[in-house]
C-alpha cells in the first residue's frame, strides 16, 4: 500500500501550467471535468516523486508520482496536470494519491478527457473509490468488481488497476462517459453486471491489468502481466505474448513481469500500429528498466532518463507507471522490428522460428528503427549490426565492398553509395540522408549461407558516438538459420502385384497389354520439411505432375507425414501412383483413346522443399525479396517393352 503523499496542493489556475490544462463547463453529457487538448505527445506518470531543477514548475519544484506529464520529441517532457486538478472533480484538494493508470479519451467534439487510477483509495472514503477503480475525468467511477465480473470472481475481491486501455470510436467514446456519470459507483457495485451492458450499448471495451494474481499463482487464472478485456473476461494480450523474447508467463515459462502500463500508437518512421508498455520490474540484467517505455519484444523505445530529462533529476530513472499515447512520438531509442520482412513479434524468441515453426535462409535482411533527426543529441553517433551465430562471437555485419546504393534526396531520382566504414560503422547523419526518400530503410543484409548448415543467429543494432568506445545495444532478435537442403530422397518404382515388382533405372518395363501403373514409394527427411512434389516426363515433350499429388504437405499432411518428411523413419512409404497409359493419352491431345506408347524416355521425379523463408538481398537496388526454400530431388528413368 502507497502511503499519502503530504506534499501541499498548488492554489493556482489551470491555465497557468503551460498552457496545459483547461477546465471546461458542464454539456448535457457531462460533468464539469478537466478538458487536457492542450496536453499534446505522449502521456506519462512516473512511479516516484523528485525534484525537477530544470523548467521552474508552478507550485514549486516537485514532480509526484500523481502528476500527469507529457512528452515530445523536440520540445521534451512538461508538466500537464498536477495531482490535484485531476482530482478536483472527486472535491479532493489537499492529498496526493498517485497516478497508476491512464487513458486519453478524445471525443468527437475535440475535447480531451482522462480515464485513471490512483495508488491509494480515497481521502473520502472507499465508498467513494479504491486504488483498484476506474476514474474519469468527468467524475465517473468504475468500481474494480464490475471490471473483473466476466471473471467470476468473489465481488469483495479487489485487484488493483495497473494498465488501461479503453476501445471504440470517439463517439462511442462520450457515449460511454456519458452513461457512466449517470450510473453511480454504488450501483455498479451492487450489480456489476451493468458495465457490461454500457460496454455492449456504447460499443466500446476497457483493456486493463490488475496489481493482482487470481486465485492462487500457483494456478494463475490470469497474471498481472496479462492485458484484459472487461466486456468478455477473456486475456487478450498475455504477457508472454507482450515479452516474448522474456522468460515470461506463470508457470511455464517461470516470470511474470507485470504490466505497469499498456498503449497501442503509431509508429512515426513506419506509420504502423506499435504497442507501448511498461513492466514492474527490471529484466535482462538490468538492460532494460521499469522505467522503460518498450515496444513489444521487448524493445526499447525511449528510456526513462529520455522520457524525464527536460525536468533534469538527480537520478535517470523514476520508473514509469502509466503512458497513452495522443501525438504521435518519434522515439530516440533504437531495435530491430523485422527480418526479411517478418515482423519480431511473430518471430519466437526461444526456437528463432515464425509462422508454422519456420527458418530464415540466405539473405537475411534487417529492418529497424533508428533515432531520427528530431533527436539532435545522436547527430554524432553511428551504428552497425551484430550478428553472433551458435552463441560464437558477436560480428559486425560489413557490406564494404557490396555497392550498396539507396535513393537520396532531396528530389529521391537519384542513387549514392551507403556510406559504411570497413568495420560495419555508418554514421547516423549518413542514414538520415535518405530519410525523405521512399526508398526502403534497411539496417542490414546477412549473407547467411556463407555459415554452412543449421545454426542460431542472433542480431543487435549497437551505437556509439563517433570515436568514442562506450557501445549502447539494442533488445536482441533471435531467429533460427537453415541453409542446409533436405536430406538426399531416396525413391523407388514398383509395378502393382503380389508381391509388387521393383524396377530400377533404365529398366524396361512390360505393361503386358494393360494400363502401366506404376507405385512410387519414397522416404523424406528435413527437420523444417515442407512438402514433395511427383512429376512425370515422356519422350522430352510430354508430362506433368502424377495426379493428386503435386504437393503433399503439412499440415494437414496424413499418418505417413509430419514436419520433418516421411513416417515412420527411415522406410519407404506410399507418395503417389501413377497410371502412365492414361496420363500419356491425356497429356498428348487431351483424349483417353490409347494412343501408343513409346518404347524410351520416360522419367518421374521427386522433389522435397523444406519450410525455409530464403531470401535475396539486391545491393545496387537496395532490395530485398523472397527466393525458393531448400530442396532436393531424385529422378529415375525407364523404358517400356513395345
Request: glycine fraction near 10%.
Amino acid at each position: 500500500m502507497r502511503f499519502p503523499n503530504f506534499i501541499g496542493r498548488s492554489i493556482i489556475a489551470c491555465t497557468a501550467l503551460a498552457g496545459a490544462a483547461l477546465l471546461v463547463a458542464p454539456s448535457a453529457s457531462m460533468a464539469q471535468g478537466i478538458n487536457l487538448a492542450d496536453c499534446k505527445g505522449l502521456w506519462f506518470s512516473t512511479s516516484e516523486d523528485f525534484l525537477s531543477r530544470g523548467t521552474r514548475l508552478p507550485g514549486g519544484p516537485v514532480v509526484s508520482d500523481g502528476d500527469l506529464l507529457t512528452f515530445e520529441v523536440g520540445s521534451g517532457s512538461r508538466l500537464c496536470a498536477r495531482n490535484a486538478d485531476l482530482l478536483r472533480v472527486f472535491d479532493i484538494e489537499r492529498y496526493d494519491h498517485g497516478l497508476d493508470a491512464v487513458e486519453q479519451i478524445t471525443i468527437d467534439d475535440g475535447a480531451v478527457f482522462i480515464a485513471f487510477s490512483t495508488e491509494i483509495d480515497s481521502v473520502n472514503g472507499a465508498g467513494q473509490f479504491t486504488a483498484g477503480d476506474l476514474l474519469f475525468g468527468n467524475g465517473a467511477v468504475v468500481p474494480n468488481n464490475a471490471l473483473l465480473v466476466k471473471f467470476d470472481l468473489p465481488r469483495s475481491l479487489n485487484l488493483g488497476l495497473d494498465a488501461v486501455y479503453i476501445e471504440g470510436a470517439p463517439n462511442e467514446k462520450r457515449d460511454l462517459m456519458a452513461k457512466l456519470s449517470s450510473t453511480s459507483v454504488d450501483e455498479l457495485r451492487q450489480n456489476p453486471g451493468l458495465l457490461i451492458d454500457i460496454l455492449d450499448g456504447t460499443n466500446t471495451d476497457i483493456l486493463f491489468s490488475t496489481e493482482g494474481t487470481p486465485p492462487d499463482v500457483q494456478q494463475p487464472q490470469f497474471l498481472d502481466g496479462d492485458l484484459l478485456s472487461a466486456k468478455n473476461g477473456t486475456i487478450v494480450r498475455s504477457n508472454n505474448s507482450l515479452l516474448p523474447a522474456l522468460p515470461s508467463g506463470l508457470p511455464a515459462e517461470g516470470v511474470d513481469y507485470g504490466l505497469d502500463a499498456y498503449t497501442p500508437a503509431i509508429d512515426p518512421i513506419e506509420q504502423v500500429p506499435i504497442e507501448l508498455l511498461s513492466i514492474e520490474i527490471q529484466a535482462r540484467e538490468g538492460s532494460i528498466s521499469d522505467g522503460d517505455a518498450l515496444t513489444v519484444g521487448p524493445g526499447v523505445y525511449l528510456r526513462n532518463k529520455d522520457l524525464i530529462a527536460s525536468f533534469e533529476p538527480r537520478d535517470t530513472d523514476m520508473g514509469l507507471d502509466a503512458l497513452a499515447a495522443g501525438t504521435v512520438v518519434q522515439g530516440c531509442n533504437f531495435y530491430i522490428n523485422k527480418i526479411s520482412d517478418i515482423d519480431v513479434i511473430d518471430i519466437n524468441q526461444i526456437t528463432g522460428l515464425f509462422g508454422d515453426q519456420r527458418p530464415f535462409g540466405r539473405d537475411i535482411s534487417i529492418d529497424g528503427v533508428l533515432p531520427g533527426s528530431a533527436c539532435p543529441e545522436y547527430t554524432t553517433h553511428e551504428f552497425q549490426v551484430r550478428v553472433a551465430v551458435n552463441g560464437g562471437p558477436e560480428l559486425p555485419i560489413n557490406h564494404a565492398g557490396l555497392n550498396w546504393m539507396r535513393d537520396v534526396g532531396p528530389t529521391c531520382n537519384d542513387n549514392d553509395l551507403y556510406a559504411e566504414d570497413i568495420s560495419g560503422w555508418i554514421a547516423l547523419t549518413d542514414y538520415w540522408r535518405f530519410a525523405e526518400c521512399p526508398d526502403h530503410g534497411y539496417l542490414a543484409a546477412w549473407r547467411s549461407a556463407t555459415v554452412a548448415g543449421a545454426q542460431t543467429a542472433v542480431f543487435r543494432v549497437v551505437m556509439r558516438e563517433i570515436g568514442t568506445a562506450v557501445e549502447t545495444f539494442s533488445a536482441p532478435v533471435r531467429i533460427r538459420v537453415d541453409n542446409e537442403k533436405p536430406n538426399p530422397v531416396d525413391m523407388a518404382l514398383f509395378l502393382p502385384g503380389s508381391p509388387p515388382v521393383q524396377f530400377d533405372d533404365q529398366c524396361k518395363i512390360d505393361g503386358m497389354g494393360n494400363d502401366v501403373i506404376i507405385d512410387i514409394r519414397g522416404e523424406i527427411f528435413d527437420e523444417h520439411f515442407s512438402h514433395y512434389t511427383l512429376s512425370w516426363n515422356g519422350n522430352g515433350n510430354v508430362g506433368g505432375p502424377v495426379p493428386a499429388t503435386l504437393i503433399q504437405s503439412w499440415p494437414p499432411g496424413s499418418a505417413s507425414l509430419n514436419d520433418t518428411g516421411t513416417q515412420p523413419p527411415a522406410t519407404d512409404v506410399a507418395l503417389g501412383t501413377l497410371n502412365l497409359t492414361q496420363q500419356w493419352d491425356l497429356e498428348l491431345d487431351g483424349i483417353d483413346n490409347d494412343d501408343p506408347l513409346p518404347e524410351c524416355g520416360f522419367s518421374i521425379r521427386l522433389v522435397a522443399w523444406d519450410r525455409t523463408r530464403n531470401g535475396n538481398f539486391k545491393f545496387a537496388q537496395n532490395d530485398w525479396d523472397l527466393t525458393n526454400s531448400n530442396w532436393e530431388d531424385y529422378q529415375q528413368s525407364f523404358c517400356l517393352v513395345p
